[in-house]
Protein backbone atom coordinates (compact mmCIF):
# COMPACT_ATOMS: atom_id res chain seq x y z
CA UNK A 1 0.00 0.00 0.00
CA UNK A 2 0.91 3.92 -0.75
CA UNK A 3 2.41 4.93 2.36
CA UNK A 4 2.05 8.84 2.47
CA UNK A 5 2.87 11.32 5.51
CA UNK A 6 0.48 14.54 5.37
CA UNK A 7 1.39 15.42 8.93
CA UNK A 8 4.37 18.07 8.30
CA UNK A 9 3.25 20.15 10.36
CA UNK A 10 2.72 17.91 13.55
CA UNK A 11 6.33 17.00 12.89
CA UNK A 12 9.17 16.23 9.73
CA UNK A 13 11.32 13.76 8.88
CA UNK A 14 15.30 14.39 9.18
CA UNK A 15 16.72 16.24 6.28
CA UNK A 16 19.93 13.57 5.57
CA UNK A 17 21.37 17.22 4.68
CA UNK A 18 20.89 18.50 7.84
CA UNK A 19 22.00 15.04 9.80
CA UNK A 20 25.01 14.51 8.04
CA UNK A 21 25.86 18.46 9.33
CA UNK A 22 25.14 17.12 12.87
CA UNK A 23 27.19 14.05 12.72
CA UNK A 24 30.17 15.15 13.91
CA UNK A 25 28.73 17.05 16.68
CA UNK A 26 26.99 13.86 17.69
CA UNK A 27 30.31 11.42 17.40
CA UNK A 28 33.85 13.24 17.66
CA UNK A 29 33.05 16.57 18.66
CA UNK A 30 31.23 16.06 22.00
CA UNK A 31 33.22 18.41 24.25
CA UNK A 32 31.15 20.96 26.23
CA UNK A 33 31.18 24.60 24.60
CA UNK A 34 32.37 26.00 27.71
CA UNK A 35 35.75 24.08 28.39
CA UNK A 36 38.65 25.58 27.05
CA UNK A 37 40.21 22.32 25.29
CA UNK A 38 40.38 22.44 22.14
CA UNK A 39 37.15 19.87 21.42
CA UNK A 40 35.35 21.93 23.62
CA UNK A 41 36.26 25.20 21.52
CA UNK A 42 35.12 23.34 18.51
CA UNK A 43 32.06 23.15 19.63
CA UNK A 44 31.40 26.22 20.73
CA UNK A 45 32.43 27.41 17.20
CA UNK A 46 30.21 25.41 15.89
CA UNK A 47 27.30 26.77 18.02
CA UNK A 48 28.56 30.65 17.41
CA UNK A 49 28.97 30.09 13.51
CA UNK A 50 25.21 28.67 13.78
CA UNK A 51 24.07 31.90 15.91
CA UNK A 52 25.54 34.23 13.10
CA UNK A 53 24.08 32.22 10.47
CA UNK A 54 20.85 32.15 11.66
CA UNK A 55 20.35 35.84 12.59
CA UNK A 56 21.46 36.66 9.10
CA UNK A 57 18.64 34.10 7.50
CA UNK A 58 16.34 36.05 10.01
CA UNK A 59 17.49 39.49 8.89
CA UNK A 60 18.64 39.61 12.41
CA UNK A 61 21.07 42.70 13.37
CA UNK A 62 23.42 40.95 15.44
CA UNK A 63 24.02 37.23 16.11
CA UNK A 64 23.71 37.89 20.24
CA UNK A 65 19.85 38.36 19.48
CA UNK A 66 19.49 34.81 19.07
CA UNK A 67 18.87 32.66 22.13
CA UNK A 68 18.87 28.72 21.33
CA UNK A 69 15.58 26.94 23.31
CA UNK A 70 14.24 23.43 23.35
CA UNK A 71 11.89 24.73 20.74
CA UNK A 72 8.84 26.77 19.81
CA UNK A 73 6.65 26.15 23.64
CA UNK A 74 9.77 26.86 25.41
CA UNK A 75 9.94 29.93 23.30
CA UNK A 76 6.33 30.90 23.46
CA UNK A 77 6.42 30.75 27.19
CA UNK A 78 9.83 32.52 27.80
CA UNK A 79 8.90 35.61 25.08
CA UNK A 80 5.70 35.93 26.95
CA UNK A 81 6.35 35.19 30.66
CA UNK A 82 9.76 36.95 30.18
CA UNK A 83 8.45 40.16 28.40
CA UNK A 84 5.17 40.35 30.63
CA UNK A 85 7.44 39.86 34.34
CA UNK A 86 9.90 42.29 33.12
CA UNK A 87 7.70 45.02 32.20
CA UNK A 88 4.85 44.68 35.09
CA UNK A 89 6.66 47.14 37.44
CA UNK A 90 6.49 49.64 34.73
CA UNK A 91 2.98 49.58 34.70
CA UNK A 92 2.53 47.37 32.07
CA UNK A 93 0.07 44.73 32.94
CA UNK A 94 -1.65 44.26 28.94
CA UNK A 95 -1.54 41.57 27.13
CA UNK A 96 -2.71 41.41 23.15
CA UNK A 97 -3.25 38.26 21.34
CA UNK A 98 -5.37 36.38 19.10
CA UNK A 99 -7.95 33.89 19.93
CA UNK A 100 -6.25 31.06 17.52
CA UNK A 101 -2.36 30.88 18.94
CA UNK A 102 -1.18 27.93 19.76
CA UNK A 103 -1.80 26.57 23.07
CA UNK A 104 1.81 27.56 23.99
CA UNK A 105 0.95 31.09 23.95
CA UNK A 106 -2.89 30.66 24.80
CA UNK A 107 -1.85 28.26 27.66
CA UNK A 108 0.66 30.90 29.05
CA UNK A 109 -1.84 34.14 28.42
CA UNK A 110 -4.06 31.93 31.16
CA UNK A 111 -1.28 31.48 33.52
CA UNK A 112 -0.44 34.94 33.21
CA UNK A 113 -4.25 36.32 33.92
CA UNK A 114 -3.97 33.95 36.64
CA UNK A 115 -0.76 36.33 38.12
CA UNK A 116 -3.41 39.74 37.20
CA UNK A 117 -2.49 40.29 33.53
CA UNK A 118 -5.19 41.52 31.52
CA UNK A 119 -5.24 39.63 27.89
CA UNK A 120 -7.18 40.43 24.96
CA UNK A 121 -7.88 37.64 22.70
CA UNK A 122 -8.74 39.09 19.33
CA UNK A 123 -10.89 38.02 16.91
CA UNK A 124 -9.25 36.20 13.60
CA UNK A 125 -12.71 35.82 11.75
CA UNK A 126 -14.29 33.73 9.61
CA UNK A 127 -11.00 33.76 7.24
CA UNK A 128 -8.82 33.21 10.02
CA UNK A 129 -6.51 36.51 10.19
CA UNK A 130 -6.32 38.88 12.41
CA UNK A 131 -6.76 42.75 11.39
CA UNK A 132 -4.08 44.96 11.98
CA UNK A 133 -6.50 48.22 13.05
CA UNK A 134 -8.31 45.73 15.62
CA UNK A 135 -4.61 45.49 17.29
CA UNK A 136 -4.05 49.38 16.67
CA UNK A 137 -7.66 49.63 18.52
CA UNK A 138 -6.85 47.30 21.66
CA UNK A 139 -3.42 48.49 22.45
CA UNK A 140 -3.55 51.09 25.81
CA UNK A 141 -1.22 52.54 27.52
CA UNK A 142 -0.88 49.34 30.16
CA UNK A 143 -0.28 47.17 27.02
CA UNK A 144 2.98 45.24 27.07
CA UNK A 145 3.28 43.05 24.71
CA UNK A 146 1.39 42.14 21.39
CA UNK A 147 1.46 38.54 20.36
CA UNK A 148 0.04 37.22 16.62
CA UNK A 149 1.52 34.04 15.58
CA UNK A 150 3.42 34.39 11.96
CA UNK A 151 1.07 31.48 10.28
CA UNK A 152 -1.77 29.01 11.99
CA UNK A 153 -0.79 25.85 12.67
CA UNK A 154 -4.20 24.37 12.22
CA UNK A 155 -5.79 26.02 9.26
CA UNK A 156 -2.35 27.50 8.01
CA UNK A 157 -3.70 31.41 7.64
CA UNK A 158 -0.66 33.59 7.29
CA UNK A 159 -1.26 36.71 9.41
CA UNK A 160 -0.61 40.23 8.24
CA UNK A 161 2.85 40.92 10.52
CA UNK A 162 4.40 42.58 8.69
CA UNK A 163 1.50 45.56 9.39
CA UNK A 164 1.28 44.36 12.66
CA UNK A 165 5.16 44.78 13.60
CA UNK A 166 4.92 48.72 11.87
CA UNK A 167 1.46 49.30 14.48
CA UNK A 168 3.42 48.31 17.44
CA UNK A 169 6.58 49.91 16.42
CA UNK A 170 4.27 53.08 16.32
CA UNK A 171 2.87 52.39 19.48
CA UNK A 172 6.15 51.41 21.31
CA UNK A 173 4.80 48.03 22.49
CA UNK A 174 6.68 45.08 22.35
CA UNK A 175 6.18 42.69 19.27
CA UNK A 176 6.10 38.81 19.23
CA UNK A 177 5.08 36.45 16.76
CA UNK A 178 5.27 32.39 16.82
CA UNK A 179 6.67 31.68 13.79
CA UNK A 180 6.77 27.82 13.95
CA UNK A 181 4.83 27.11 10.79
CA UNK A 182 5.71 29.73 9.25
CA UNK A 183 9.88 29.66 9.20
CA UNK A 184 10.58 28.05 6.28
CA UNK A 185 7.39 29.01 4.13
CA UNK A 186 7.37 32.64 4.36
CA UNK A 187 10.07 35.10 3.95
CA UNK A 188 11.04 36.18 7.50
CA UNK A 189 12.85 39.60 8.06
CA UNK A 190 12.51 40.84 12.12
CA UNK A 191 14.25 44.01 11.17
CA UNK A 192 11.91 45.06 8.20
CA UNK A 193 8.88 43.21 9.75
CA UNK A 194 9.36 45.29 13.12
CA UNK A 195 9.28 42.00 14.89
CA UNK A 196 11.04 42.20 18.50
CA UNK A 197 10.58 38.65 19.74
CA UNK A 198 10.35 35.38 16.93
CA UNK A 199 9.97 31.81 18.05
CA UNK A 200 10.49 29.00 15.87
CA UNK A 201 12.33 25.37 15.73
CA UNK A 202 13.77 23.23 13.79
CA UNK A 203 11.61 20.05 13.48
CA UNK A 204 9.12 21.64 11.67
CA UNK A 205 11.36 22.08 8.74
CA UNK A 206 13.56 18.91 8.88
CA UNK A 207 15.44 20.04 11.62
CA UNK A 208 16.31 18.00 14.90
CA UNK A 209 13.33 17.61 17.17
CA UNK A 210 14.28 19.55 20.73
CA UNK A 211 15.97 22.36 19.34
CA UNK A 212 14.65 26.11 18.99
CA UNK A 213 15.28 29.65 19.39
CA UNK A 214 13.80 32.80 20.33
CA UNK A 215 14.73 35.90 18.41
CA UNK A 216 15.50 39.09 21.40
CA UNK A 217 16.22 42.55 19.82
CA UNK A 218 19.01 44.03 21.64
CA UNK A 219 17.35 46.52 24.07
CA UNK A 220 14.14 44.28 24.96
CA UNK A 221 14.10 43.60 28.42
CA UNK A 222 13.28 39.79 29.16
CA UNK A 223 12.84 37.82 32.71
CA UNK A 224 16.25 35.25 32.64
CA UNK A 225 14.32 31.63 31.90
CA UNK A 226 16.83 29.27 33.44
CA UNK A 227 19.67 30.65 36.25
CA UNK A 228 22.73 28.36 36.34
CA UNK A 229 25.43 29.49 33.74
CA UNK A 230 27.09 31.95 31.52
CA UNK A 231 24.99 30.37 28.47
CA UNK A 232 22.83 32.41 26.03
CA UNK A 233 24.45 35.37 27.97
CA UNK A 234 23.67 34.30 30.81
CA UNK A 235 19.95 33.97 30.25
CA UNK A 236 19.15 30.57 29.66
CA UNK A 237 21.72 28.21 30.91
CA UNK A 238 22.60 24.47 30.32
CA UNK A 239 24.97 22.96 28.21
CA UNK A 240 24.09 23.84 24.84
CA UNK A 241 22.41 21.17 22.55
CA UNK A 242 25.31 21.75 20.18
CA UNK A 243 24.44 19.04 17.51
CA UNK A 244 20.57 20.24 17.54
CA UNK A 245 21.55 24.25 17.61
CA UNK A 246 23.99 22.56 14.02
CA UNK A 247 20.42 20.80 12.49
CA UNK A 248 18.46 24.14 13.22
CA UNK A 249 20.68 25.92 11.29
CA UNK A 250 21.54 23.47 8.63
CA UNK A 251 17.72 22.76 8.57
CA UNK A 252 16.90 27.19 8.52
CA UNK A 253 19.64 27.06 6.03
CA UNK A 254 17.86 24.46 3.67
CA UNK A 255 14.55 25.78 3.83
CA UNK A 256 15.96 29.24 3.04
CA UNK A 257 17.71 27.82 0.08
CA UNK A 258 14.74 26.04 -1.36
CA UNK A 259 12.09 28.72 -0.53
CA UNK A 260 10.75 30.15 -3.64
CA UNK A 261 10.67 26.36 -5.71
CA UNK A 262 9.32 24.43 -3.22
CA UNK A 263 6.68 26.86 -2.21
CA UNK A 264 5.59 26.93 -5.70
CA UNK A 265 4.97 23.26 -6.25
CA UNK A 266 3.26 22.91 -3.09
CA UNK A 267 0.83 25.59 -4.07
CA UNK A 268 -0.14 23.96 -7.19
CA UNK A 269 -0.23 20.45 -4.63
CA UNK A 270 -2.13 21.89 -2.33
CA UNK A 271 -5.03 23.58 -4.85
CA UNK A 272 -5.54 20.30 -6.47
CA UNK A 273 -6.02 18.66 -3.40
CA UNK A 274 -8.29 21.36 -2.17
CA UNK A 275 -10.42 21.86 -5.63
CA UNK A 276 -10.77 17.82 -5.88
CA UNK A 277 -12.06 17.75 -2.31
CA UNK A 278 -14.41 20.60 -2.92
CA UNK A 279 -15.98 18.61 -5.17
CA UNK A 280 -17.71 16.27 -2.05
CA UNK A 281 -21.22 17.81 -1.34
CA UNK A 282 -20.92 19.86 1.80
CA UNK A 283 -17.62 20.10 2.16
CA UNK A 284 -15.49 23.28 3.34
CA UNK A 285 -12.19 24.40 2.98
CA UNK A 286 -11.08 26.31 6.55
CA UNK A 287 -9.27 29.47 6.16
CA UNK A 288 -8.67 32.35 3.62
CA UNK A 289 -7.53 29.97 0.49
CA UNK A 290 -5.10 32.55 -0.66
CA UNK A 291 -3.28 33.56 2.65
CA UNK A 292 -2.37 30.21 3.41
CA UNK A 293 0.64 28.26 4.33
CA UNK A 294 1.71 26.46 0.71
CA UNK A 295 1.90 22.76 2.65
CA UNK A 296 -1.62 23.14 4.59
CA UNK A 297 -5.22 21.81 3.39
CA UNK A 298 -7.88 21.72 6.38
CA UNK A 299 -11.62 20.73 5.54
CA UNK A 300 -14.54 19.73 7.03
CA UNK A 301 -16.91 17.11 5.50
CA UNK A 302 -20.72 17.79 7.60
CA UNK A 303 -22.00 14.88 8.75
CA UNK A 304 -18.82 12.49 9.78
CA UNK A 305 -16.60 13.00 12.81
CA UNK A 306 -13.29 13.81 12.10
CA UNK A 307 -11.12 10.70 14.35
CA UNK A 308 -12.89 8.08 12.34
CA UNK A 309 -11.53 10.01 8.65
CA UNK A 310 -8.64 9.86 10.69
CA UNK A 311 -8.34 6.38 11.40
CA UNK A 312 -9.65 5.50 7.89
CA UNK A 313 -7.17 7.70 6.08
CA UNK A 314 -4.45 5.85 8.74
CA UNK A 315 -5.69 2.35 7.55
CA UNK A 316 -5.37 3.24 3.99
CA UNK A 317 -1.56 4.33 4.35
CA UNK A 318 -2.20 8.39 4.75
CA UNK A 319 -0.99 9.89 8.28
CA UNK A 320 -3.17 13.02 9.10
CA UNK A 321 -4.34 15.06 11.74
CA UNK A 322 -7.99 15.59 12.82
CA UNK A 323 -8.82 18.99 13.58
CA UNK A 324 -10.99 17.73 16.46
CA UNK A 325 -9.67 17.49 20.00
CA UNK A 326 -10.46 13.74 20.62
CA UNK A 327 -7.06 12.99 19.62
CA UNK A 328 -5.79 15.31 22.22
CA UNK A 329 -7.70 14.14 25.23
CA UNK A 330 -10.16 16.36 25.29
CA UNK A 331 -13.67 16.43 23.15
CA UNK A 332 -14.36 19.80 22.67
CA UNK A 333 -13.41 20.35 18.93
CA UNK A 334 -10.93 22.82 17.72
CA UNK A 335 -10.12 26.13 19.09
CA UNK A 336 -9.39 27.28 15.89
CA UNK A 337 -12.37 26.07 14.05
CA UNK A 338 -14.34 27.58 16.64
CA UNK A 339 -12.85 30.50 16.47
CA UNK A 340 -13.58 31.24 12.63
CA UNK A 341 -17.20 30.40 13.88
CA UNK A 342 -17.85 27.27 12.42
CA UNK A 343 -20.50 25.56 14.64
CA UNK A 344 -19.64 22.31 16.69
CA UNK A 345 -20.99 19.46 15.40
CA UNK A 346 -19.53 20.91 11.51
CA UNK A 347 -15.90 21.37 13.69
CA UNK A 348 -16.18 17.90 14.82
CA UNK A 349 -15.60 16.63 11.26
CA UNK A 350 -12.50 18.61 10.14
CA UNK A 351 -9.13 17.04 8.90
CA UNK A 352 -5.78 18.52 8.45
CA UNK A 353 -3.27 17.19 6.10
CA UNK A 354 0.03 19.03 5.47
CA UNK A 355 2.36 18.42 2.86
CA UNK A 356 6.21 18.24 2.30
CA UNK A 357 8.87 18.61 -0.56
CA UNK A 358 8.19 14.84 -0.64
CA UNK A 359 4.89 15.01 -1.51
CA UNK A 360 3.98 14.08 -5.24
CA UNK A 361 1.76 14.50 -7.58
CA UNK A 362 0.62 10.56 -7.16
CA UNK A 363 -0.13 10.79 -3.78
CA UNK A 364 -1.83 14.02 -3.78
CA UNK A 365 -4.20 12.18 -6.89
CA UNK A 366 -4.43 9.26 -4.03
CA UNK A 367 -5.60 11.05 -1.55
CA UNK A 368 -8.58 12.57 -3.93
CA UNK A 369 -9.56 9.37 -4.87
CA UNK A 370 -9.86 7.51 -0.99
CA UNK A 371 -11.19 10.70 0.74
CA UNK A 372 -14.18 10.91 -1.12
CA UNK A 373 -14.71 7.05 -0.93
CA UNK A 374 -13.89 7.35 3.18
CA UNK A 375 -16.46 10.25 3.50
CA UNK A 376 -19.23 8.57 1.63
CA UNK A 377 -18.80 4.95 3.67
CA UNK A 378 -18.91 7.04 7.16
CA UNK A 379 -21.84 9.34 5.75
CA UNK A 380 -23.58 5.63 4.78
CA UNK A 381 -23.50 5.03 8.38
CA UNK A 382 -24.07 8.49 10.11
CA UNK A 383 -27.37 9.45 11.73
CA UNK A 384 -26.42 12.98 11.43
CA UNK A 385 -25.98 12.95 7.58
CA UNK A 386 -28.92 10.86 7.30
CA UNK A 387 -30.91 13.97 9.29
CA UNK A 388 -28.87 16.59 6.72
CA UNK A 389 -30.09 14.99 3.99
CA UNK A 390 -33.74 15.05 5.40
CA UNK A 391 -33.43 18.35 6.10
CA UNK A 392 -32.45 19.09 2.27
CA UNK A 393 -35.55 17.36 1.11
CA UNK A 394 -37.88 19.35 3.69
CA UNK A 395 -36.41 22.14 1.87
CA UNK A 396 -34.73 23.45 5.05
CA UNK B 1 -3.88 7.82 22.78
CA UNK B 2 -3.75 4.03 21.34
CA UNK B 3 -6.74 2.06 20.47
CA UNK B 4 -6.50 -1.98 21.30
CA UNK B 5 -6.54 -4.65 18.07
CA UNK B 6 -10.05 -5.58 19.01
CA UNK B 7 -11.80 -1.73 18.85
CA UNK B 8 -9.80 -1.14 15.70
CA UNK B 9 -11.19 -4.42 13.97
CA UNK B 10 -14.63 -3.44 14.92
CA UNK B 11 -14.03 0.44 13.90
CA UNK B 12 -12.16 -1.04 10.54
CA UNK B 13 -15.38 -4.16 10.17
CA UNK B 14 -17.84 -2.39 12.12
CA UNK B 15 -20.92 -5.55 12.71
CA UNK B 16 -23.95 -4.84 12.02
CA UNK B 17 -24.30 -1.19 10.49
CA UNK B 18 -27.64 -0.51 8.78
CA UNK B 19 -31.01 0.05 9.37
CA UNK B 20 -33.85 -2.60 9.91
CA UNK B 21 -36.86 -1.57 7.79
CA UNK B 22 -40.11 -1.50 10.35
CA UNK B 23 -37.94 -1.83 13.25
CA UNK B 24 -39.78 -2.70 16.49
CA UNK B 25 -37.58 -0.24 18.34
CA UNK B 26 -35.83 2.77 16.98
CA UNK B 27 -32.80 4.46 20.11
CA UNK B 28 -31.03 7.21 19.42
CA UNK B 29 -28.88 9.16 21.97
CA UNK B 30 -25.81 11.68 22.28
CA UNK B 31 -25.86 14.86 19.96
CA UNK B 32 -24.01 16.57 17.16
CA UNK B 33 -22.55 19.37 19.43
CA UNK B 34 -20.76 16.59 21.30
CA UNK B 35 -19.65 14.88 18.47
CA UNK B 36 -21.40 11.77 19.01
CA UNK B 37 -24.42 10.63 18.07
CA UNK B 38 -26.03 6.91 18.01
CA UNK B 39 -28.20 5.32 16.37
CA UNK B 40 -29.73 1.81 17.36
CA UNK B 41 -32.69 -0.41 15.27
CA UNK B 42 -33.88 -3.72 17.28
CA UNK B 43 -36.33 -6.31 15.95
CA UNK B 44 -37.99 -8.57 18.79
CA UNK B 45 -39.15 -11.94 18.70
CA UNK B 46 -40.68 -13.47 21.78
CA UNK B 47 -39.02 -11.09 24.29
CA UNK B 48 -36.06 -11.88 22.41
CA UNK B 49 -33.57 -9.20 20.48
CA UNK B 50 -33.71 -11.43 16.83
CA UNK B 51 -31.68 -8.46 14.96
CA UNK B 52 -29.88 -5.04 15.76
CA UNK B 53 -28.44 -3.08 13.60
CA UNK B 54 -26.78 0.40 14.26
CA UNK B 55 -25.93 4.20 12.74
CA UNK B 56 -23.08 5.70 14.67
CA UNK B 57 -21.50 9.41 13.69
CA UNK B 58 -18.60 9.42 16.40
CA UNK B 59 -14.90 8.96 17.14
CA UNK B 60 -13.26 5.12 16.41
CA UNK B 61 -14.28 4.63 19.61
CA UNK B 62 -18.40 5.20 18.92
CA UNK B 63 -17.85 3.04 16.16
CA UNK B 64 -16.45 0.46 17.66
CA UNK B 65 -18.40 0.22 20.99
CA UNK B 66 -21.81 0.62 19.04
CA UNK B 67 -20.78 -2.87 17.31
CA UNK B 68 -19.58 -4.74 19.85
CA UNK B 69 -22.88 -3.81 21.77
CA UNK B 70 -24.79 -4.77 18.79
CA UNK B 71 -22.74 -8.32 18.81
CA UNK B 72 -23.46 -8.53 22.58
CA UNK B 73 -27.23 -8.34 22.55
CA UNK B 74 -28.06 -10.06 18.93
CA UNK B 75 -30.17 -13.60 20.00
CA UNK B 76 -30.41 -12.21 23.88
CA UNK B 77 -33.61 -12.02 25.12
CA UNK B 78 -34.72 -8.50 26.33
CA UNK B 79 -34.04 -8.67 30.05
CA UNK B 80 -30.88 -9.81 29.70
CA UNK B 81 -29.98 -7.21 26.84
CA UNK B 82 -31.00 -4.73 29.36
CA UNK B 83 -28.11 -6.40 31.86
CA UNK B 84 -25.22 -4.81 29.41
CA UNK B 85 -23.38 -2.53 31.20
CA UNK B 86 -20.90 -0.30 29.24
CA UNK B 87 -17.99 -1.83 31.39
CA UNK B 88 -18.99 -5.32 29.54
CA UNK B 89 -19.08 -3.53 26.05
CA UNK B 90 -15.45 -2.03 27.50
CA UNK B 91 -13.85 -5.56 28.40
CA UNK B 92 -15.01 -6.73 25.46
CA UNK B 93 -12.85 -4.36 23.57
CA UNK B 94 -10.09 -4.91 25.83
CA UNK B 95 -10.57 -1.68 26.98
CA UNK B 96 -10.53 1.88 26.12
CA UNK B 97 -8.74 4.96 26.77
CA UNK B 98 -9.98 7.26 29.50
CA UNK B 99 -11.10 10.04 27.12
CA UNK B 100 -13.53 7.09 25.19
CA UNK B 101 -15.55 5.51 28.21
CA UNK B 102 -18.41 7.90 27.57
CA UNK B 103 -18.32 6.48 24.06
CA UNK B 104 -19.26 2.54 26.06
CA UNK B 105 -21.76 4.46 28.16
CA UNK B 106 -23.72 6.08 24.95
CA UNK B 107 -24.10 2.25 23.88
CA UNK B 108 -25.36 1.16 26.71
CA UNK B 109 -27.77 4.18 26.73
CA UNK B 110 -28.64 3.38 22.81
CA UNK B 111 -29.58 -0.20 23.46
CA UNK B 112 -32.16 0.95 26.61
CA UNK B 113 -33.55 3.71 24.39
CA UNK B 114 -34.23 1.26 21.74
CA UNK B 115 -35.89 -1.45 24.10
CA UNK B 116 -38.14 1.56 25.57
CA UNK B 117 -39.37 2.43 22.70
CA UNK B 118 -39.82 -1.13 21.68
CA UNK B 119 -42.42 -1.09 24.50
CA UNK B 120 -43.42 2.51 24.13
CA UNK B 121 -44.63 1.16 20.90
CA UNK B 122 -46.79 -1.73 22.43
CA UNK B 123 -48.01 0.92 25.22
CA UNK B 124 -46.09 -0.36 28.14
CA UNK B 125 -44.53 2.19 30.06
CA UNK B 126 -40.71 1.46 29.44
CA UNK B 127 -39.89 3.63 32.63
CA UNK B 128 -40.86 1.00 35.26
CA UNK B 129 -38.32 -1.84 33.44
CA UNK B 130 -36.04 0.29 31.37
CA UNK B 131 -34.80 3.01 33.74
CA UNK B 132 -34.59 6.96 32.83
CA UNK B 133 -31.70 7.69 30.34
CA UNK B 134 -29.73 10.74 30.72
CA UNK B 135 -29.85 13.53 27.72
CA UNK B 136 -26.47 13.30 27.83
CA UNK B 137 -23.40 12.16 30.57
CA UNK B 138 -22.84 14.65 32.97
CA UNK B 139 -19.29 15.54 32.63
CA UNK B 140 -18.59 14.63 28.90
CA UNK B 141 -20.58 17.18 27.50
CA UNK B 142 -20.36 20.95 27.45
CA UNK B 143 -23.26 22.25 26.23
Known sequence: MRQIYADNSATTKLSPVVLEKMMPYLTEVYGNPSSLYRIGGRAKEAVEAARENIARNLGAKRPSEIYFTSGGSESDNWALKGAAHALRSKGKNHIITSKFEHHAILHTCEALEKEGFEVTYLDVYENGIVHPEDVESAIKDTTAIVSIMYANNEIGTIQPIPEIGEICRRHKVLFHTDAVQAAGYVKINVEEQNIDLLSMTAHKIHGPKGCGLLYVRQGVKLENLIEGGAQERGRRAGTENVAGIVGLDAALQLAVDTMDERCAKLSVLRDRLIDELLKIERSRINGDRVKRLPNNVNMCFEGIEGESLLLKLDLNGVSASSGSACTSGSLDPSHVLLSIGLPHEIAHGSTRMTFSEDTTEEDIDYIAKIVPEIVSYLRGMSPLWEKIKLEERLGK | ?143
Open chain 2, 1 to 143: MVYSEKVMDHFANPRNVGEIENADGIGEVGNSKCGDIMKMYIKVDDDTISDVKFKTFGCGAAIATSSMATELIKGKKIDDALKLTNKAVMEALDGLPPVKVHCSVLAEQAIKAAVSDYYQKKGIDPEPIVGIIPECEEGHCHI
